[in-house]
């Protein structure tokens, strides 16, 4: 599998989302969403791994468990694609275990799934309710039973065949229970509570330990059993206990920063790491340095089976698992997450799509083939911005000070450097041959403006004048006018990129953009109005702000694809929709935060707010044909039609897209 991953450092890049199309479920071709068929519209795929939170190898090392907010998907552990996808509540926490070759996910509702490879099946082991839900759970190793912590102080063990039960443990003194395992013959379950004591199969069997056992380790034979303990200032202590003989055979101390989590046993050799790129055989004093990309901090890491595989979540719930090989330490492959999805769009089986995670702010572009993810790696980028023909990105350093900037062929993923820029004012003309570049100006002060041909990196024309900072960039569908706001001199200037000089100089702006058919543009003032192309005068205005919100479509305005119907959301949340032939303003109805799309045929006006409702209009008579109603497991951010007109696309702030057709 071939390695291809960009990293982008500010939240404020937009990346267009390519995903490959859904089939109908009969095999045959999807309809086209219609007035006359859109009441049939329903949910059809989702789309995307959300925001990771845990995966687990099998024993055998052959499957990888992943948990999402887009539910638990089974994954080829060699090529990382998915074989089982299973539809779990968005906003239930998702923990997996093997038990044999089993799986068990529990989730923070109080129930446990157990699936079953052999008949690729869920059901359901336990359900019980609890008022802290699902507290932790551990099944035997060869999956026959299940210790379930059903409170803070007691143990249950569950028959994973039948799903009966019996009380096995209830610590004494109203101790806690801080850490349970089962020996690797399924016949000792060893507990530690927080008054520091260490039981086996609920009798005490140690009962002054230094700290509280965070995490045990079993060896593979059940001959040691080590216990990582509560660590302190000076260290992680680990003692290592003998079952036969049921005393301490060995104490120690593992560095200060090593988590329970980042240890463990494999193939006679007890691993563990303290959270940066290398592993450490706690015995044999051996260090696996991880190669490139090399991890900052690891939230939680697994290891196969069979000793030959490491998966390993980068910390800050990033989204990211990373898969090495655990003897060479080389990357075998990236699992990435998508939180949130930006922007959306359609075209054939390739799929481009944006993340960001909730901390770093890292967004992520990754580059899907026929249904594989598959990445490069480049050099550390700013801010990106993908042509329209999505077959380019033009990729730059940082938003601050003067930089380098390149463009990435996508098709060829080469790369091609055109000198400096400074700002994030770049921009592509309609048909991706184009790019607007801010240059910096000589001595600093503002910036140059140039067109720059993306395939030879030449300039084709330097633009009349200066500007302060370059923002809000925008070009004509023909591509013979770009405009751009100043950010700091508060006007908006028109230019003709075929004499490079400047045809208007207009008040503070925030362009809104052109129509479709280049007759209009929609400009934002004191308020919004609507100005001709033709002579740059306003034809009307609406006496209203329109409101513009920071994702990437959620309120912003948008033109019908024939440019005859101008959309848009008022700052009193109203949703209005102007005529151009006509002149006149229609209003929708109450519009809280909406998102908007039109059809490709442009027969459909599809609408949703950040509660998750879906609606779409009629276009020629505005009514109401179909509504989907919000949902409690996902916040719409963005929202698009393919190109067809076959399937409507929308991403979430929790990570995944969600895929609707008629059915």
Same mark, same amino acid.
């Given at each position: 599998?071939?390695?291809?991953?960009?990293?982008?450092?500010?939240p404020?890049?937009?990346?267009l989302v390519?995903?490959p199309p859904?089939a109908?479920?009969?095999?045959g071709?999807?309809?086209?969403?219609t007035p006359?068929?859109?009441?049939?519209?329903?949910q059809?795929?989702?789309?995307?791994?959300g925001?990771?939170?845990?995966?687990?190898?099998?024993?055998?090392?052959t499957?990888?468990?992943v948990?999402?907010?887009?539910?638990?998907?089974?994954?080829?552990?060699?090529?990382?694609?998915?074989?089982?996808?299973f539809?779990l509540p968005?906003?239930?926490?998702?923990?997996?275990?093997?038990?044999?070759?089993?799986?068990f996910?529990g989730?923070?509702?109080?129930?446990?799934?157990?699936w079953?490879p052999?008949?690729a099946?869920l059901?359901?082991?336990?359900?019980?309710?609890?008022?802290?839900?699902?507290?932790d759970?551990?099944?035997?190793?060869?999956?026959?039973k299940?210790?379930?912590k059903?409170?803070?102080?007691?143990?249950?063990?569950?028959?994973?065949?039948?799903?009966?039960?019996?009380?096995?443990?209830?610590?004494?003194?109203?101790a806690?229970i801080?850490?349970?395992?089962w020996?690797?013959?399924?016949s000792?379950?060893a507990?530690?509570?927080?008054d520091?004591?260490?039981?086996?199969?609920?009798?005490?069997?140690?009962?002054?330990?230094?700290?509280?056992?965070?995490?045990?380790?079993?060896?593979?034979?059940?001959?040691?059993?080590a216990?990582?303990?509560?660590?302190?200032?000076?260290?992680?202590?680990?003692?290592?206990?003998?079952?036969?003989?049921?005393?301490?055979a060995?104490?120690?101390?593992?560095?200060?920063?090593?988590?329970?989590?980042?240890?463990g046993?494999v193939?006679g050799?007890?691993?563990y790491?303290?959270?940066?790129?290398?592993?450490?055989?706690?015995?044999?004093?051996?260090?696996?340095?991880?190669?490139e990309p090399?991890?900052?901090?690891?939230?939680?890491?697994?290891?196969?089976?069979?000793?030959t595989g490491?998966?390993?979540?980068?910390?800050?719930?990033?989204?990211?698992i990373?898969?090495y090989?655990?003897t060479?330490?080389?990357?075998?492959?990236?699992?990435?997450?998508?939180?949130?999805?930006?922007?959306?769009?359609?075209?054939?089986?390739?799929a481009?799509?944006?993340?960001?995670?909730?901390?770093?702010?890292?967004?992520?572009?990754?580059?899907?083939e026929?249904?594989?993810?598959?990445?490069?790696?480049?050099?550390e980028?700013g801010?990106?911005?993908?042509?329209?023909?999505?077959?380019?990105?033009?990729?730059?350093g940082?938003?601050?000070?003067?930089?380098?900037?390149?463009?990435?062929?996508?098709t060829?993923?080469?790369?091609?450097?055109?000198?400096?820029?400074v700002?994030?004012?770049i921009?592509?003309?309609?048909?991706?041959?184009?790019l607007?570049?801010?240059?910096p100006?000589?001595?600093?002060?503002?910036e140059?403006?140039?067109?720059?041909?993306?395939?030879n990196?030449?300039?084709?024309?330097?633009?009349t004048?200066?500007?302060?900072?370059?923002?809000?960039?925008?070009?004509?569908?023909?591509?013979?006018?770009?405009?751009?706001?100043?950010?700091? #001199?508060l006007?908006?200037?028109?230019?003709? &990129?075929? $004499?490079?000089?400047?045809?208007?100089? =207009?008040? /503070? %702006?925030l362009? +809104?953009?052109?129509?479709?058919?280049?007759?209009?543009?929609?400009i934002?003032?004191?308020?919004?109005?609507?100005?001709?192309?033709?002579n740059?005068?306003?034809?009307?205005?609406?006496?209203v702000?329109a409101?513009?919100?920071?994702?990437?479509?959620?309120?912003?305005?948008?033109w019908?694809?024939?440019?005859l119907?101008?959309a848009?959301?008022?700052?009193?949340?109203?949703?209005?929709?102007?005529?151009?032939?006509?002149?006149?303003?229609s209003?929708?109805?109450?519009?809280?935060?909406?998102?908007?799309?039109?059809s490709?045929?442009?027969r459909?006006?599809a609408?949703?707010?950040?509660?998750?409702?879906?609606?779409?209009?009629d276009r020629?008579?505005?009514?109401?044909?179909?509504?989907?109603p #919000?949902?409690?497991?996902?916040?719409?951010? &963005?929202? $698009?039609?393919?190109s067809?007109?076959? =399937?409507? /696309? %929308?991403?979430t +702030?929790?990570?995944?897209?969600l895929?609707?057709?008629?059915q």
């Amino acid at each position: 599998m071939r390695n291809r991953h960009i990293w982008l450092t500010l939240p404020l890049v937009l990346l267009l989302v390519l995903l490959p199309p859904v089939a109908a479920q009969d095999g045959g071709s999807q309809a086209v969403i219609t007035p006359e068929n859109v009441a049939q519209l329903t949910q059809i795929a989702v789309l995307g791994y959300g925001e990771i939170s845990e995966m687990a190898y099998s024993p055998d090392g052959t499957l990888l468990a992943v948990s999402s907010t887009t539910g638990v998907r089974i994954l080829d552990s060699t090529t990382l694609v998915a074989r089982y996808h299973f539809d779990l509540p968005a906003d239930s926490e998702k923990h997996l275990r093997w038990g044999g070759s089993q799986l068990f996910i529990g989730t923070s509702t109080g129930t446990i799934f157990v699936w079953q490879p052999n008949a690729a099946t869920l059901a359901t082991v336990v359900d019980y309710s609890t008022s802290g839900g699902l507290m932790d759970f551990a099944p035997a190793a060869d999956g026959s039973k299940l210790a379930v912590k059903v409170d803070l102080f007691s143990i249950a063990v569950y028959d994973a065949r039948s799903a009966g039960s019996s009380p096995f443990f209830t610590a004494p003194n109203s101790a806690h229970i801080s850490a349970f395992a089962w020996s690797p013959d399924s016949s000792v379950l060893a507990i530690g509570t927080d008054d520091e004591m260490l039981y086996l199969n609920g009798e005490p069997v140690v009962t002054e330990l230094a700290r509280p056992v965070e995490k045990f380790l079993w060896s593979p034979d059940g001959t040691q059993l080590a216990a990582i303990l509560a660590p302190q200032r000076s260290g992680t202590p680990i003692i290592f206990f003998d079952p036969a003989t049921q005393t301490i055979a060995h104490e120690d101390s593992l560095p200060r920063r090593t988590p329970a989590n980042l240890a463990g046993w494999v193939n006679g050799k007890l691993l563990y790491s303290d959270g940066s790129n290398t592993i450490t055989d706690y015995f044999s004093g051996d260090v696996i340095t991880l190669s490139e990309p090399a991890l900052t901090a690891f939230d939680q890491m697994t290891y196969s089976a069979d000793g030959t595989g490491i998966a390993a979540l980068e910390g800050a719930k990033s989204g990211l698992i990373k898969v090495y090989n655990l003897t060479t330490g080389a990357l075998l492959g990236i699992i990435g997450g998508m939180r949130p999805i930006e922007t959306v769009m359609w075209q054939g089986d390739q799929a481009i799509y944006g993340h960001l995670s909730p901390l770093y702010l890292w967004p992520e572009m990754v580059v899907w083939e026929a249904g594989h993810e598959t990445y490069t790696s480049f050099t550390e980028t700013g801010y990106a911005v993908l042509s329209p023909t999505l077959e380019k990105v033009a990729l730059i350093g940082s938003t601050t000070g003067v930089t380098p900037i390149r463009i990435l062929d996508l098709t060829t993923y080469t790369e091609l450097e055109i000198g400096s820029t400074v700002g994030y004012g770049i921009a592509w003309s309609a048909d991706g041959r184009w790019l607007f570049v801010p240059r910096p100006l000589e001595g600093g002060g503002g910036e140059t403006l140039e067109i720059v041909d993306a395939t030879n990196g030449q300039t084709v024309k330097a633009l009349t004048g200066t500007i302060s900072r370059a923002t809000n960039v925008i070009w004509s569908p023909d591509g013979t006018r770009v405009a751009a706001a100043d950010v700091y #001199e508060l006007n908006t200037i028109i230019w003709d &990129t075929t $004499t490079g000089e400047v045809v208007a100089d =207009l008040p /503070a %702006a925030l362009l +809104m953009g052109w129509s479709l058919d280049g007759q209009y543009m929609a400009i934002q003032q004191a308020t919004l109005a609507i100005w001709s192309v033709a002579n740059l005068e306003p034809v009307t205005d609406f006496g209203v702000s329109a409101k513009s919100v920071g994702k990437p479509l959620l309120a912003r305005p948008v033109w019908s694809p024939d440019g005859l119907l101008f959309a848009f959301v008022t700052t009193e949340n109203e949703l209005l929709v102007w005529d151009s032939g006509t002149g006149a303003v229609s209003s929708l109805g109450g519009a809280q935060d909406f998102g908007l799309a039109w059809s490709p045929d442009g027969r459909l006006l599809a609408g949703f707010d950040s509660l998750g409702a879906l609606t779409l209009w009629d276009r020629s008579s505005g009514t109401v044909l179909h509504s989907i109603p #919000e949902s409690d497991d996902y916040s719409f951010t &963005t929202l $698009t039609f393919s190109s067809d007109g076959t =399937l409507l /696309a %929308a991403g979430t +702030m929790e990570g995944g897209v969600l895929v609707f057709g008629v059915q």
